[in-house]
């Protein structure tokens, strides 16, 4: 009887302890070719790109006209970074790498700008990584982020929105007067509970509406800056007239008073803008 009790209770422990252990979700490493060419086209071409776009771009000259945050420049620095170039891929023949251990995919685009993809099926979460360099302007160019989308973008990627993710773009360049150091400024839009409205006289494009944050990263060692991930501004959006030939993307919320990362202050603010024009048609 003791003997039996003992066995029992060993039992018991052992399914006690395994059910204690946290299992950690597993990245994907079964990957095809054509799943992963897929995958690249979704993160350069996926519709949801453009409401990126238009919350990292469009949405601080808007809020700070005269902010560097909102300067024209960083739009033609953006067209240089990894995730904005494009592979004709009729012509040329993606050439993966991978997996590693920890699951990443590598994608050369040239010699000097790589993107680095991982996915989670059970999660339905895309990580992505690029790097950029370029010897002409001397500077580096970092995106990072990563995308939980609606559904399985292995089985089905018609449709597809990221429900909630987190999207950074930096700009890396040695210091002037230390060039071990690497000055950085940054942009990072997250979100959360995001849904899609489609736009029936423009294609049916779709507009991710819901609440998000946008922070700044300015670190400038040679100006004794340091702003790490600080938040700009908090907000919600929605569009109204979906239907019509001018639809109307409200945001509100609260911004940082001047745009300047370096002081303090919030305020209020509800912007009314029409997409016609955020969409270049």
Do not use: H
């Not at 012509?91 to 251990?101: T, V």
């Not at 991982?118 to 302007?137: G, H, P």
């Not at 089985?155 to 950074?168: H, L, Q, R």
Request: aromatic letters at 12%; a negative charge.
């Amino acid at each position: 009887m003791k003997k039996f009790i003992v066995l029992m209770l060993i039992i018991f422990f052992v399914f006690f302890v395994s059910g204690c252990v946290k299992q950690e979700p597993q990245a994907d490493k079964d990957l095809s070719s054509t799943e992963l060419n897929n995958i690249y086209d979704l993160v350069n071409s996926g519709e949801y790109n453009k409401s990126i776009q238009i919350y990292m771009l469009g949405l601080p000259g808007n809020l700070w006209p005269t902010s560097p945050v909102s300067k024209s420049e960083l739009s033609k620095l953006i067209e240089k970074a990894p995730m904005a170039k494009s592979i004709d891929k009729v012509s040329i023949e993606l050439n993966w790498q991978g997996p590693d251990a920890d699951g990443w995919y590598t994608l050369t685009l040239d010699s000097s700008s790589y993107l680095k993809i991982r996915y989670y099926s059970s999660l339905k979460k895309l990580e992505l990584k690029a790097y950029s360099s370029t010897d002409t302007l001397r500077f580096v160019v970092v995106e990072e982020g990563y995308f939980v989308f609606n559904k399985n973008i292995r089985v089905d990627t018609i449709n597809v929105y990221p429900v909630s993710g987190k999207f950074s773009f930096y700009f890396l360049a040695p210091s002037k007067n230390d060039p071990n150091k690497m000055n950085k400024f940054g942009l990072t839009l997250s979100w959360d509970d995001i849904s899609i409205t489609s736009l029936s006289q423009f294609n049916n494009i779709g507009i991710l509406t819901g609440s998000m944050g946008l922070y700044i990263t300015y670190v400038d060692y040679d100006q004794n800056i340091n702003v790490n991930n600080k938040l700009m501004a908090n907000f919600t959006s929605s569009v109204n007239g979906a239907d019509t030939t001018d639809p109307i993307l409200i945001i509100s919320g609260t911004k940082d008073s001047d745009g300047d990362p370096t002081t303090d202050g919030y305020d209020n603010f509800n912007l009314e803008l029409p997409l016609a024009n955020l969409l270049g048609t």
